[in-house]
């Protein structure tokens, strides 16, 4: 106990370098009346419209034609008042105002998140078509249940088309906190502002990047470990101007990409291509293409020859 305490002791200078190490470096923290977004909150929130478009699958399950009514209007009230304050804060977080939540940002903030509810049926549509493409891609797939309950692809692209529609709204930050957590959670990254199509299937998942002016047909499949992402910035780049600038691949109609491939800059793949796994490109193919590596070369013999 007597070293313990003595350890203790040095605790108020660890304190104090560390308050002064806050004035010295301003950049990684928001100390004062700066209001920002929760990621924790924003967390909370994606579960309440997945509740609103998969009911009985998230959420309560006892949810039948006596107390739908109800039930989804607690949770649309619940997800009203959370996305309001959400964006609110991402409102603020680009704000001139130097203090807490302006009645400017909360009316907003209000506006905003009613322009999104009522884009969930156009959403539930949309994500509907990606469940179709799903089942009818997937022989592993045994019934529409196992891909809403447990495909991280399919929760990704749910997350994905909520933080999308957010995104063309102009809120900032916030869409880009909710496809890092559906990041976190599948091992999906999408960045918000990429524009994918309908019937969009990802199967497996796990590794695939798809960057922020990506943009992709309808009835496009990719499996696990695919990039389609930008040239890397060289050092001497205009950063600035590279931000509002065309950085990543279009992939056309009814293409496939299959495992670890990689697509870079601003190729286009043609509608009806198929690119095989563990593909470089950085051109643009023609539709109708077929893009392989080389077969490995195989050599026969005994075990230990």
């Known amino acids: 106990m007597r070293g313990n305490k003595h350890v203790r002791a040095r605790m108020p200078d660890v304190l104090n370098s560390i308050l002064d190490n806050y004035k010295k470096i301003d950049t990684l923290h928001k100390v004062g009346p700066h209001t920002v977004p929760s990621r924790s909150a924003i967390a909370t929130l994606l579960e309440e419209i997945e509740t609103i478009f998969y009911p009985g699958y998230v959420g309560r399950q006892d949810v039948d034609a006596a107390n739908i009514t109800h039930y989804i209007g607690e949770r649309l009230d619940t997800t009203f008042r959370l996305l309001s304050e959400q964006i609110a804060k991402s409102l603020r977080h680009k704000c001139s105002s130097e203090h807490a939540l302006c009645d400017s940002c909360i009316h ?4 905003q998140a009613m322009t999104f509810l009522a884009k969930i049926p156009t959403l539930r549509n949309c994500l509907a ?3 179709d493409a799903a089942f009818k891609s997937d022989p592993a797939a045994h019934d529409l249940d196992e891909i809403v309950f447990c495909y991280p692809g399919f929760k990704a692209i749910t997350i994905y088309r909520i933080a999308h529609e957010l995104h063309e709204q102009a809120i900032p930050v916030m869409p880009r906190i909710m496809t890092e957590y559906a990041h976190s959670e599948t091992g999906i990254d999408i960045h918000p ?16 990047v798809i960057g922020e002016t990506t943009e992709i047909g309808n009835n496009v499949r990719i499996y696990q470990g695919v990039t389609l992402g930008a040239i890397s910035v060289p050092r001497t780049a205009d950063i600035e101007a590279l931000r509002t600038t065309r950085r ?8 496939t990409i299959y495992a670890e491939a990689t697509v870079l800059g601003t190729a286009r793949i043609g509608k009806g291509s198929i690119i095989g796994g563990n593909v470089w490109l950085t051109e643009s193919i023609p539709p109708g293409s077929r893009i392989m590596n080389e077969p490995p070369l195989l050599q026969k013999g005994k075990a230990g020859e």
């Open 108 to 111: 907003r903030g209000e506006q």
């Open 129 to 131: 078509g990606d469940l």
């Open 193 to 208: 502002g990429a524009k994918i199509g309908r019937r969009f299937f990802i199967d497996h998942g796990t590794g695939v």
């Open 248 to 255: 990543h691949p279009t992939i056309e109609n009814d293409v």
